[in-house]
């Protein structure tokens, strides 16, 4: 890809089953821009469907051969409760998603996985622990 090269995808990703998660989450969909630079370097932002969270979210991330890597940040911390209600806390650093894909089909489709690693925050004077989420996830070029 030429460097600043703008390419918009559509695409969605799914959670994985997991214990601290409502049984059925939905497909949430997206769509996502991307900037080429140099090197297979990109950056971008992506926006989702009203299933997902209310607000951009920027990534940045490289392309080396059909692989795929970018990380995923919202401005704000997001929760997802037991009713699968997404929740923004405040004054809370947000996380930061791990993005992993290949390239297909010339160019035009990606597919991979996600992951948000686990970590413990002091959350209203407790601490509390957040457990690893993770899903897959596809987009194609428009």
């Not at 959670?15 to 049984?23: G, I, N, Q, S, T």
């Not at 911390?77 to 297909?104: A, M, N």
């Amino acid at each position: 890809m030429a460097p600043t090269t703008a390419v918009s995808w559509l695409g969605s990703y799914r959670y994985d089953p997991a214990e601290h998660l409502p049984e059925t989450l939905p497909q949430v969909d997206f769509e996502m821009e991307i900037t080429w630079r140099w090197f297979g370097r990109f950056t971008g932002v992506i926006v989702e469907s009203e299933d997902g969270v209310p607000e951009p979210a920027q990534i940045s991330g490289r392309l080396a051969g059909q692989r795929m890597r970018f990380t995923k940040m919202y401005r704000s911390f997001w929760i997802i409760d037991q009713s699968g209600e997404i929740i923004r806390v405040p004054h809370q650093r947000p996380l930061v998603l791990c993005y992993k894909g290949e390239l297909t089909d010339s160019n035009i489709r990606i597919a991979g996985r996600w992951s948000s690693g686990s970590e413990t925050r002091i959350m209203n004077g407790q601490q509390l622990y957040l457990p690893e989420m993770s899903g897959t996830w596809e987009a194609r070029a428009k």
